[in-house]
């Protein structure tokens, strides 16, 4: 019997019908808020040519120290909030900001799903580099009953993760008086998405509700909920405690205004942002360690390692967007200039859209789901403009070529 949903993610229902692909790297218009121009190259292709071309980086690294001089203490109390699971990228923010820039960087972590090995001890390593870090564990049971949730009805068990991501740090800055918060980079410039996100140092959680939304598909914790406690057997009011709801949401307006905490920065704007090189900064700096065999999905060792779900996060972004991971490394490796886009396509033709099955059993029992519901999910968010069947095989209609 066919999955049945509420329409909650908003950001699929606005996907263009006509599915486009940029002629310079391999993403396609199907993308949320990624623009393809007349001359068919996409928002994160003309963000490289800008900071290639364009952007002083000089003078964004005086932006970068005045902003820190504003926040630098020097009672030895923390001065800035480095939101990190161990990955290479926040390590390489948290690493620079506090050696080469002189800050006392608290690292705020909200733990992944389920830590792969390798995941857990970068993390420890990179503490071992020289960081305290507050770590907040979600309260499993609510956890897993909200990733199957979120799995339903976003098509994204990843989704409870995010939302802890962007709202733990900002809970700790406000907790902590701390009033500088710094996150890599700005996915929306970087890797393709809203023209309107480059230039902006920072985003503005009070001023930015619409952003936030659009961002967490549309659809608030609250209002994802209200529909669950209606509609969804697994899920009961009385087991759900509000307190341990509170990191899945943000702070107060008022306690975000009177502590003058809104604002989460993006190094990206700062720095001329290449997840190779940071990578290879992590590896000398902060213990940081590929995985020893390449992650399902694309060809890649070291970006996006920690968490055993994660692969499902990106499986299901190809069944709604026909956009995999082999993709998002493909594309800013040609704009960085590190493969062609021959090679590229190459690689895509191997790895994109490989089904994660390393970690498929531990997905299904964490969620408790069986695998036919899994895939009657899976099936319901396969849009007709993408995918059709052909011999009893889906495949997308319009691939890359
Ligand atoms: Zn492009």
């Not at 902590?176 to 920072?202: M, R, S, T």
């Not at 943000?250 to 997840?275: C, H, L, Q």
């Not at 694309?298 to 972004?317: E, I, P, Q, V």
Request: charged share 30%.
């Amino acid at each position: 019997m066919a999955f049945k949903r509420g329409n909650l993610e908003k950001q699929v229902l606005e996907i263009p019908k006509e599915v486009y692909w940029c002629k310079r790297c391999v993403i396609s218009n199907q993308r949320p808020r990624n623009i393809i121009d007349d001359n068919g190259i996409c928002s994160g292709c003309l963000n490289t040519d800008y900071k290639n071309n364009k952007i002083d980086w000089e003078k964004r690294e005086k932006e970068l120290e005045q902003l820190l001089d504003k926040h630098r203490r020097t009672d030895g109390y923390w001065d800035v909030i480095v939101p990190s699971s161990g990955g290479k990228d926040s390590g390489f923010v948290a690493h620079k900001l506090k050696y080469e820039y002189g800050m006392n960087p608290l690292l705020v972590t909200w733990s992944p799903l389920q830590y792969t090995d390798i995941g857990i001890q970068n993390f420890r390593n990179l503490c071992e580099s020289g960081f305290l870090n507050i770590k907040c564990t979600p309260n499993g049971k609510i956890h897993r009953k909200l990733a199957r949730l979120s799995f339903e009805e976003f098509g994204d068990a990843f989704h409870v993760f995010v939302l802890g991501q962007v709202y733990f740090p900002i809970q700790m800055a406000v907790k902590f008086n701390i009033d500088l918060i710094f996150y890599g980079e700005n996915g929306e410039v970087e890797y393709a998405g809203d023209p309107q996100a480059v230039d902006k140092p920072y985003m503005d959680m009070l001023k930015n509700k619409d952003w936030i939304k659009g961002y967490l598909k549309g659809t608030t914790l609250d209002e994802l909920l209200e529909y669950a406690y209606r509609e969804k057997d697994y899920i009961s009011k009385d087991e759900f405690s509000e307190a341990d709801l509170t990191f899945y949401r943000p702070p107060s307006a008022d306690e975000m205004r009177s502590k003058g905490i809104s604002r989460v920065y993006y190094y990206n704007y700062f720095y001329k942002w290449t997840p190779q090189e940071n990578y290879y900064y992590c590896v000398d700096n902060t213990g940081f360690k590929p995985n020893p065999e390449r992650t399902e999905g694309t060809y890649s060792k070291y970006a996006s390692l920690d968490d055993k779900m994660d692969g499902f996060h990106y499986y299901l972004r190809y069944i709604k967007f026909g956009l995999g991971r082999c993709m998002e490394d493909v594309a800013h490796e040609i704009r960085d200039g590190h493969i062609t886009r021959e090679e590229g396509l190459a690689l895509m033709q191997r790895y994109e859209g490989e089904f994660p099955k390393k970690y498929f059993n531990d997905f299904l029992n964490y969620l408790d789901i069986t695998e036919d519901h899994f895939w009657d999910v899976v099936d319901s968010w396969r849009a007709p403009h993408l995918w059709h069947k052909v011999k009893g095989k889906w495949q997308l209609k319009h691939p890359i070529s």
